[in-house]
């Protein structure tokens, strides 16, 4: 329902500021804008993706999860689709987008909003889905015990034929019977 009124008011938004601009400045002039905003949000998207990127390689580089830089970039990404979206509303969303405490912001608004729902259990080091911990720190233990298989005779030519088909390796597993 949420996605439904975004898409119905969305350009509803932009076709009414589109009419309202263009009568205050004119169309040429407003074409001129949305291509400046497209270019300078551009510009300004590459420098902050940069800086995120930089910041989630110094977290990795320190043996930490970049959850900030991943949160970051998704804001920038959103963003950089606002910004090429041709329109006043959604230039205004994407260049707030492009202010770091505006992000942090939002993104606890939205946390806060879903932490309740949201249950996040981390495992550890090592643990699969649905596990909580390593299994030697629950008591599992796992044996087994590994065979080597080898060919009878290693020194028989490749194109052996044993099997009476041609073509085929006398000596390959898929033509044992």
């Known amino acids: 329902m949420l996605f439904l009124l975004i898409f119905i008011l969305v350009p509803i938004i932009e076709i009414a500021a589109f009419i309202k601009i263009g009568d205050i400045i004119g169309l ?5 804008c949305i291509v400046l905003t497209a270019v300078v949000g551009t510009l300004l998207l590459r420098q902050q993706g940069l800086s995120v990127l930089r910041q989630a390689q110094g977290s990795l580089h320190d043996n930490q999860v970049p959850v900030d830089s991943v949160i970051h970039g998704a ?3 959103v963003s950089g689709a606002l910004l090429l979206t041709p329109g006043f509303f959604t230039d205004a969303v994407g260049f707030i987008l492009l202010i770091p405490p505006a992000r942090k912001a939002i993104a606890h608004a939205i946390w806060n909003r879903l932490k309740d729902r949201v249950h996040v259990h981390h495992a550890g080091p ?3 889905p649905g596990t909580r911990g390593r299994a030697e720190d629950r008591g599992i233990v796992i044996e087994g015990e590994a065979v080597e298989t080898v060919d009878e005779d290693p020194a028989a030519p490749e194109n052996d034929d044993t099997s ?3 073509g085929s390796n006398g000596s390959s597993p898929w033509n044992r019977s």
């Open 75 to 77: 804001f920038l990404l």
């Open 28 to 32: 040429w002039p407003t074409l001129g």
């Open 164 to 166: 009476g088909k041609s």
């Open 126 to 128: 090592g643990a699969g």
